[in-house]
């Protein structure tokens, strides 16, 4: 089975840092997705993290540690239109390695 | 536009009622896959196909019918709509490759049954 914990809210001031922390146990692994979702929309692809370590595409890092079960989304500068919902998701192994497993999601709002 | 195209954006249906939401998409993507999403629960498999002619169940598929008779469609049936279906669906697409960027989605239908 799979069990993806994310925290439900979270706020913080424009300009600042933000992690947004995923916690996994799952029956197999297969690298983690994060998504963005803005309010009444589709999510967008952010990031992917199947090896240990930090992946930085420019304002947005993302963090992966296997033997933790963990990953973290780092959001920096933070701009009014980051506020959204961020979803952590968990890639199962081949051969289902098509099927992904989502966290509820963080709501982020970011306040001037 | 090349991407996930999902009719109607908004449904209002009465308990007993039939309906097919339609998910196409441009992509030549082999899999495809259903979602609903739900206040406080996250995205929620109901329905994939890894290619046309192949369909399976997710984790809840209670209610629902696919087929993908083509590479392009996936559309989802509702049989008998209750309140409990009341909620946002999702259709997704993928390539093989699924490493690059996961999942292409639709801009979902808002479905409520009344």
């Known amino acids: 089975g799979q069990n993806i914990d994310q925290p439900t809210e979270m706020t913080a001031t424009e300009g600042a840092i933000v992690q947004i922390n995923c916690t996994y146990q799952?029956?197999?692994?297969?690298?983690l997705f994060w998504y963005q979702q803005h309010a009444g929309e589709a999510p967008t692809f952010l990031s992917y993290?199947?090896?240990?370590g930090l992946e930085e595409k420019g304002r947005f890092s993302s963090f992966l540690s296997r033997s933790k079960g963990y990953s973290y989304l780092l959001l920096k500068e933070l701009q009014m239109k980051d506020s959204a919902s961020y979803l952590c998701?968990?890639?199962?192994?081949?051969?289902?390695?098509?099927?992904?497993?989502f966290g509820a999601g963080t709501t982020v709002t970011v306040r001037a | 536009n090349a991407g996930v195209t999902q009719t109607p954006k908004f449904q209002v249906l009465k308990t007993g009622q039939s309906m097919t939401l339609q998910c196409a998409q441009d992509?030549?993507?082999?899999?495809m896959s259903w979602y609903r999403q739900d206040p406080g629960m996250g995205l929620r498999l109901i329905h994939y196909?890894?290619?046309?002619?192949?369909?399976d169940q997710g984790e809840v598929p209670n209610g629902y019918n696919v087929s993908r008779s083509t590479t392009e469609d996936f559309p989802l049936r509702l049989l008998s709509a209750a309140p409990s279906q009341t909620s946002v669906y999702f259709c997704?697409?993928?390539?093989?490759?699924?490493?690059?960027?996961?999942?292409?989605f639709g801009s979902g239908t808002r479905l409520t049954v009344v």
């Open positions: 799952t029956s197999g692994f297969n690298g």
């Open positions: 992509m030549n993507h082999e899999y």
């Open positions: 196909s890894v290619g046309a002619g192949i369909t």
């Open positions: 993290n199947v090896l240990d």
């Open positions: 998701a968990v890639r199962e192994p081949p051969p289902n390695d098509y099927k992904l497993s």
């Open positions: 997704a697409s993928s390539t093989r490759d699924r490493r690059l960027d996961g999942y292409t």
